[in-house]
């Protein structure tokens, strides 16, 4: 592949990027599927986590996996900031996989 077409599609990707951060951001739309829209990005992210984390994984693996989600939304649940959540959900699942 050319170095022309990376260039040429990573300046297209940013482009359509700004322009939905710049433009689409100011356009007030009013349909009865804004609610939806707004809740989105929230199922897509669920739906990622479950994917990843219950996919192809033996059972051990999957019990560490369940431990640190079950850490991370009792972290959620306390208002922890993003990054104290995704920590100690990590510590959890690699603390638990380090003893299996």
């Given at each position: ?11 297209a ?12 951001s ?7 599927f ?13 739906s ?8 192809s ?24 900031p993003?990054?104290?959540v ?6 959890t699942s690699?603390?638990?996989r380090?003893?299996?």
């Amino acid at each position: 592949m050319s170095w022309w077409i990376i260039i040429v599609m990573a300046g297209a990707a940013y482009g359509f990027k700004l322009f939905g951060l710049e433009v689409l951001s100011r356009v007030a739309l009013k349909s009865p599927f804004d609610s939806v829209a707004q809740l989105l990005p929230v199922a897509l992210f669920a739906s990622i986590i479950v994917q990843q984390s219950f996919g192809s994984a033996g059972s051990e693996v999957m019990g560490t996996r369940v431990a640190g989600i079950a850490a991370g939304a009792v972290a959620v649940w306390r208002k922890a900031p993003l990054l104290v959540v995704i920590a100690l959900a990590a510590a959890t699942s690699a603390s638990l996989r380090r003893l299996v």
